[in-house]
């Protein structure tokens, strides 16, 4: 099966391949060199596929050394120096040393050190000063042995050292170019050999893609002149190889974390709430006074939100909310509450921050409001916290309002569980009693999720009058919260926060959505 | 929101029943308290969420609300009847420096070690958070038996006694404990302003404290063994006084102690009279018809059972007709509104009893203007091959304005700052994008990223000193990156929109000169294009160039 299958997926070259290699079970890795029409590197790289497909196997590894000439060693081909030298004196009887150094096209290094050795081994004498003339006793045959040695060499292009003598391979080292020595004659190449052969299931891909008549003259590119002139009806189509990994894609792509917004978005407005937006820099009024968080209260300290610099103040207050506001936390106002009982200070009102908290919207939002009214916001807030890996510099709270004539506790929990079914996909939802300032009764939605368990949805409640009639609202108005972070740190399968704000371009591009709806 | 320990076996003694780790949470729904799991040395580890109710900030206060339920109410007899002691406000200063005191003393306790851990924890929930860092309440705890009543409360010059604080074995100046004992430079603030202290004296003019800073080692070292107990608190406002005070008491009575009445007098009004008996009750009823039952809840509610409920609840209820009268333990002083007493109701009910129902009235779901434009050109970004992106806004100073070869024009500053790196909001986006050009040289080229989010722009003649809007940014980067490919993309974006921009020449310091322009809709710059400048490449480590552009949507909106 195996087999079948890659032989219907060989790639032209493999066939090719396989052509080159005949009948032969074993080879080595440069048998094949000169072989068909595969360059050298197609080779090594079909060599390599097999290999990877389990077709061919390494059954040895040897080192293959050979030798070939230097284009200096093409260049003394037809003479050696000393060869040419020897000629000329052997012809004019005496020369001068000084004309046989500057015979022509001789380098005079190369010069200089052949009618050294020519001396040396007593082939040139020197019957007088500046001189050199021909000793007729001496053996001129080592010369010639080198020069058949240059010439057998470069007639083969490259020879293998083991098809030569143990004389010859070390006149060779004596005379070859070695590594920072400019000059030599001859080039020595050493390289690591594999004797390759086929295995059972090559043999089995070789004979199916026989069998079949693979040639490797499929077509690969499917072009508009074999369109037009019809001749891709006499050949084959190359089948296309399921198995490789196709080059990498770079797409345009949402981020993540913005899809999961984009899903919470369409199933809210689905669920009939309209979007409300606002203003990253707000008054401790909005964020704070108009929840009814009183200017004593623990979670107003200097350190639980970031204050503006400059300016630190907003000048003026929107009224008549802020005398609303400040009697309700005074005495109640209006609002049949007994109200904090102290004194509210404007100007702690007036001070700007950094939005801590979604819900400074819903309390904005509530003038302006229908009655019945739906919204929801998904705002940036800011809390000074230590960041790690719970706590992002500025993080995403999904929140809003519901207002109506028949809004009351049972209505609160019946939009609490259409929102744990349509937004979270719980199987099964759990109420438990919550605090938030500004909302009584307040509840907190726990739901059962199919992959992760139980967890904490989120938190609601019915505002306070103390909120609501400020604003110049006398109907029940539900606010809501829910925890976005954990529920898109849990889709995308993450457990740091500052991965959803991640500024490496590597993880973004690995990071799923993994909500299905 | 707090967070408490409680020793099983001490919590089972004082319910006075059996609780395990698995039947706890159940139980703290109660108390709007969630069960946070059990430390290594056994102990449970409790948050409470309602910042109202420090009378629940104990283990003897969440036994109480349990007991309640369980129909196991114990009577507080010492709410009322004669004092037997008295405390005297000698100076009118007082009244501004640190007007309240008030005390009583138990006697007859037998403390273990579970018991002084809850009353230590107790005291210092109640000061530190109650009483916000001791400023409003602050509460002491003496041996009785060294105290010789009556007490005064005096106000004096640091400079003018000494005693031996705790914590120290020889006697030190008022002036000296304010400088260098721990707890005067931590609380010392709350004198600010003032030429004399608070002192607390006992009738053979001993030293008690100097209230809030430290007690007196002598009078004010509480031994294991010592079964009766001098408790005092002074603060700034008298209700939470009371209330801390008889939260105090009651714990104490639930650990075996007999609560002993003690007098203040004050040459002053306060809002509570010039004398004030402590423990004491406080004016905390409320009236409720029972049509507001109905209507909050959605549910028909007779008044027999809100009478039960609220019972089981620890209240006391007197019913009338259809209002009823509801007064809540002298340790409960959060009822503000009617909506307060509902709540605890469904809360003894069970929210589990209530069967939810889908909310009635149509209305019209519809995502904002601006949010709809932001969803059209993000489409068309990720149509042209561009990667979306998404960062915090919160930011450097560095970033916006050095690493942009820019200037310190103004912007919007946290004055508060905790960290450098989370100082700023930022005004462009282009940032945001080098920052991740930065950290993704290892990323397949080409880079094509963009973001759109918001950005708070400085301008004093907004109501808040900045406007946040909403922008687009693209960035494009890899090593054959030209400035006609990326206003190819931003011709095409506009185009989609049925928009003909044009480009004007300019000059902005993180782009290079010449290859940086405007871009034009009728007259209105919407934003900028160009190259990014080498300088700008240089702060960031990126080494590949970076073509950039930003679009104001806000402008582009009103167009």
């Known amino acids: ?240 190889n399921l198995n490789i990994s196709p080059p990498r894609r770079l797409a345009g792509r949402r981020h993540p974390y913005r899809a999961f917004f984009d899903t919470v978005r369409r199933k809210l407005t689905g669920l009939g709430f309209s979007e409300m937006r606002g203003e990253l820099v707000e008054s401790a009024f909005w964020n704070n006074d108009a929840l009814f968080m009183p200017q004593f209260h623990s979670a107003r300290d200097i350190h639980d939100a970031y204050y503006i610099k400059h300016p630190t103040s907003v000048k003026a207050l929107e009224e008549p909310f802020a ?158 919260g829910l925890g976005l972070d954990r529920m898109a740190m849990m889709a995308l399968e993450i457990d740091d926060i500052r991965d959803l704000f991640s500024s490496d371009l590597n993880k973004v591009r690995s990071t799923h959505f993994l909500m299905k709806d | 929101m707090q967070t408490i320990f409680i020793d099983p076996k001490d919590f089972q003694d004082l319910l006075g029943s059996a609780v395990s780790e698995k039947t706890l949470p159940a139980y703290l729904d109660l108390v709007k308290g969630e069960f946070k799991g059990t430390d290594p040395d056994g102990q449970w580890r409790v948050e409470l969420n309602d910042t109202n109710r420090p009378d629940l900030w104990s283990a003897e206060g969440i036994a109480r609300q349990l007991r309640a339920a369980q129909g196991k109410r114990r009577d507080y007899p010492f709410f009322s009847g004669a004092a037997k002691h008295e405390i005297r406000v000698m100076d009118t200063e007082l009244k501004s420096i640190r007007p309240f005191v008030a005390a009583f003393i138990v006697r007859g306790l037998d403390i273990n070690e579970a018991a002084l851990v809850q009353m230590i924890q107790t005291q210092e929930k109640l000061a530190e958070v109650f009483g916000r860092k001791r400023k409003d309440v602050a509460i002491g705890i003496y041996a009785a038996k060294k105290v010789k009543l009556p007490v005064r409360y005096i106000a004096a010059k640091p400079n003018d006694f000494e005693y031996i604080p705790l914590g120290f074995d020889h006697p030190m100046r008022g002036s000296d404990i304010l400088e260098k004992h721990p707890k005067g430079v931590m609380y010392r603030e709350i004198f600010q302003g003032f030429s004399k202290v608070p002192l607390l004296r006992d009738d053979s003019n001993m030293i008690l404290s100097m209230p809030p800073i430290i007690n007196s080692r002598t009078l004010g070292e509480v031994q294991p063994g010592d079964s009766d107990l001098f408790v005092e608190g002074t603060g700034n406002n008298i209700n939470q006084l009371v209330l801390a005070l008889n939260i105090l008491a009651c714990d104490l009575a639930d650990r075996g102690g007999r609560i002993e009445r003690i007098k203040t007098v004050f040459p002053y009004d306060t809002p509570l009279g010039r004398e004030v008996v402590l423990p004491g009750k406080l004016d905390n009823a409320l009236s409720i018809s029972i049509g507001e039952f109905v209507r909050l809840l959605g549910i028909e509610v007779k008044a027999g059972e809100v009478d039960s409920v609220l019972e089981q609840y620890g209240c006391d209820v007197s019913v009338e007709k259809e209002t009823i009268v509801v007064t809540p333990p002298p340790t409960r002083n959060d009822y503000l509104h009617p909506v307060d ?130 922008h687009l940014s693209g960035l494009v980067a890899h090593n054959r990156a030209t400035l006609s490919e990326i206003h190819a993309d931003v011709e095409f974006l506009l185009q989609q929109m049925g928009l003909d921009i044009q480009l004007a020449e300019t000059s902005h310091p993180s782009f290079l000169p010449g290859r940086v322009a405007k871009l034009m809709l009728h007259g209105t710059c919407l934003g900028v294009l160009g190259e990014i400048h080498p300088i700008v490449l240089e702060k960031w480590d990126i080494l590949m160039p970076v073509l950039a552009f930003e679009l104001n949507l806000n402008t582009l909106l009103h167009e």
């Not at chain 1, 939605?445 to 505002?463: D, K, T």
């Open chain 2, 341 to 470: 007493v509902v709540e605890d109701f469904a809360i003894a009910r069970g929210y589990q009893t209530f069967q939810p129902c889908m909310p009635k009235e149509f209305t019209l779901g519809k995502q904002d203007q601006l949010s709809l434009l932001e969803n059209t050109i993000r489409d068309c970004m990720l149509g042209m091959g561009y990667e979306e992106m998404i960062s915090n806004i919160l930011v450097s100073k560095n970033m916006l304005r050095d690493k942009m070869n820019l200037g310190d024009e103004p912007m919007v500053e946290v004055a508060n700052v905790m960290n450098e790196s989370y100082a700023a909001l930022r005004d462009s986006i282009i940032p945001s994008l080098l920052e991740i050009e930065s950290h993704s040289a290892s990323a397949l080229y080409p880079h094509r990223i963009f973001e759109v989010g918001e950005a708070a722009v400085f301008d004093l003649n907004a109501p808040h000193g900045s406007y946040t809007q909403v």
């Open chain 1, 1 to 240: 099966m195996k087999a079948k299958e890659l032989a219907e997926t060989l790639h032209p070259l493999e066939l090719k391949f396989f052509d080159a290699v005949g009948e032969q079970t074993r080879f080595k890795d440069g048998d094949l060199e000169n072989i068909g029409d595969i360059s050298s590197s197609q080779l090594r790289t079909v060599i390599e596929w097999q290999l990877a497909k389990e077709c061919i196997e390494v059954i040895a590894t040897s080192e293959d050394k050979w030798v070939e000439l230097t284009e200096l060693g093409e260049a003394y081909r037809t003479a050696t120096p000393e060869q040419r030298m020897i000629e000329c004196v052997r012809e004019q009887k005496t020369v001068a040393a000084r004309e046989l150094a500057a015979l022509e096209g001789l380098d005079p290094k190369e010069a200089s050190s052949a009618l050294g050795s020519l001396s040396k081994a007593g082939i040139l004498v020197s019957p007088q000063p500046g001189m050199l003339a021909l000793n007729a006793d001496a053996d001129i045959s080592p010369i010639e042995k080198v020069a058949a040695l240059i010439k057998k060499v470069g007639m083969t292009g490259k020879l293998p050292l083991n098809q030569l003598t143990d004389w010859e391979v070390e006149q060779i080292e004596k005379v070859s170019r070695k590594r920072g020595k400019s000059k030599g004659v001859f080039r020595l190449h050493s390289l690591q050999v594999r004797t390759l052969r086929f295995t059972a299931l090559g043999k089995e891909v070789r004979k199916i893609a026989k069998l079949t008549g693979r040639s490797g003259d499929e077509i690969n590119l499917l072009t508009p002149s074999m369109l037009s002139d019809g001749s891709w009806k006499k050949r084959n189509f190359r089948r296309y």
């Open chain 1, 323 to 480: 005398s609303q506001v400040a009697q309700a936390h005074t005495d109640g106002g209006g609002t049949n509450s007994r109200g904090w009982q102290y004194t509210f200070d404007m100007n702690t009102s007036r001070r700007l921050l950094l939005r801590t908290q979604g819900t400074v919207l819903s309390a904005r939002w509530l003038s302006q409001a229908s009655v019945p009214g739906k919204y929801f916001a998904i705002a940036r807030c800011f809390r000074p916290d230590q960041v790690d890996s719970t706590h992002a510099p500025d993080f995403f709270q999904c929140e809003g309002i519901v207002l109506g004539k028949s809004i009351d506790f049972v209505t609160l929990l019946g939009l609490l569980e259409l929102f744990a079914v349509e937004v979270a996909k719980a199987e099964e939802v759990k109420f438990a009693p919550a605090y938030f300032p500004f909302t009584e009764p307040s509840v907190e939605v726990h739901i059962r999720h199919p992959e992760v368990g139980w967890m904490e949805l989120g938190g609601a409640g019915i505002f306070r009058p103390e909120v609501t009639i400020p604003q110049g609202v006398d109907v029940p108005v539900i606010a809501w």
